[in-house]
């Protein structure tokens, strides 16, 4: 890759993996002159690729801060044709990565405008049809569930036994039929701090702008609150400023199911990336029954 990289940036130009890209396929290129980002599709899903360019510009439509498109292509890495999108740099931090260095009072105030940021793209108009944002075309909220719901009870097939996965099926099956359902919104689908870069100035932080757009989808506004709620908001302050900045009205009971589901996603995705913990997966699968038997929020 490095050829590639002195071909389009010049010499002395460099790569390096973003902190923070659990799946490795964001890279920071610095050259003596520009700073860019660039995205991998390396499981060549041409979908995110067309999700990341769709939502970023219906966002810059409604001029909610996101990286601007510097090129889209391909390239050969290890034989194989990877497509790429290049992005500008928001000239920041991502504040999943600082944010233990700032101060309690002005991390208190960007969780407030995270809320608002959050707030702001729900807001945005959008067509009367739900789906991932490569392919919007489902009459009804629940088509998208129910497919996500028997893709992730699939991978987990083969590692949990047939009653467990029956008893988590009838379960979301049930939930899914009392999930409320209003307008459709713009869904970020991964919105919590790591995807949101902020900066410094003056002695006050602010959000530079929100990135990786490959789970967005036109969905339902209490999804997007599943990631933040699972692993940020142990902190009962930031939730409350969090929700105060988002202004909006959802559904606290809707949301609490939609962390479940997303529990169950989480493991799905363990199955695929280390299919040889089998039995801390189970383990994991139980865990989620008893939440899900023991909790009074989700009856």
């Known amino acids: 890759m490095q050829n590639w990289i002195e071909y389009k940036f010049g010499s002395g130009s460099s790569i390096r993996l973003a902190k923070g890209s659990y799946q490795k396929q964001c890279f920071i290129i610095e050259s003596p002159t520009v700073r860019r980002y660039l995205w991998l599709d390396m499981n060549s899903e041409g979908k995110k690729i067309c999700r990341q360019l769709n939502t970023i510009s219906l966002l810059q439509q409604n001029n909610i801060p996101v990286p601007e498109v510097i090129e889209q292509g391909s390239l050969v890495l290890k034989n194989k044709k990877i497509e790429y999108i290049l992005f500008s740099d928001l000239?920041?931090?991502?504040?999943?990565l600082v944010?233990?260095?700032?101060?309690?009072?002005?991390?208190?105030q960007l969780m407030f405008k995270m809320g608002s940021v959050l707030g702001s793209i729900h807001s945005i108009k959008v067509a009367d049809k739900y789906g991932y944002m490569d392919n919007v075309i489902h009459e009804k909220w629940d088509h998208v569930l129910e497919v996500n719901l028997y893709l992730w009870l699939n991978s987990l097939s083969k590692y949990v036994n047939s009653l467990d996965l029956y008893h988590i099926e009838?379960?979301?099956?049930?939930?899914?039929?009392?999930?409320?359902?209003?307008?459709?919104v713009l869904v970020h689908g991964d919105y919590y701090p790591n995807n949101i870069i902020v900066s410094k100035n003056n002695d006050e932080w602010e959000i530079k702008g929100v990135i990786d757009f490959e789970w967005s989808l036109i969905g339902q506004a209490e999804y997007d609150f599943r990631v933040m709620e699972q692993f940020i908001f142990s902190n009962s302050e930031m939730r409350f400023l969090f929700y105060d900045g988002y202004k909006g009205h959802v559904s606290l009971n809707a949301i609490s199911t939609y962390v479940l589901l997303y529990r169950l996603e989480l493991l799905a995705i363990s199955t695929m990336q280390l299919q040889k913990d089998a039995k801390e997966l189970t383990k994991e699968v139980h865990s989620l029954l008893r939440s899900m038997q023991n909790s009074t929020t989700y009856n």
């Open 99 to 108: 944010q233990d260095n700032i101060p309690k009072k002005q991390l208190n």
């Open 170 to 184: 009838d379960y979301f099956q049930n939930k899914l039929t009392k999930l409320p359902v209003n307008r459709p």
């Open 91 to 96: 000239n920041g931090y991502s504040l999943g």
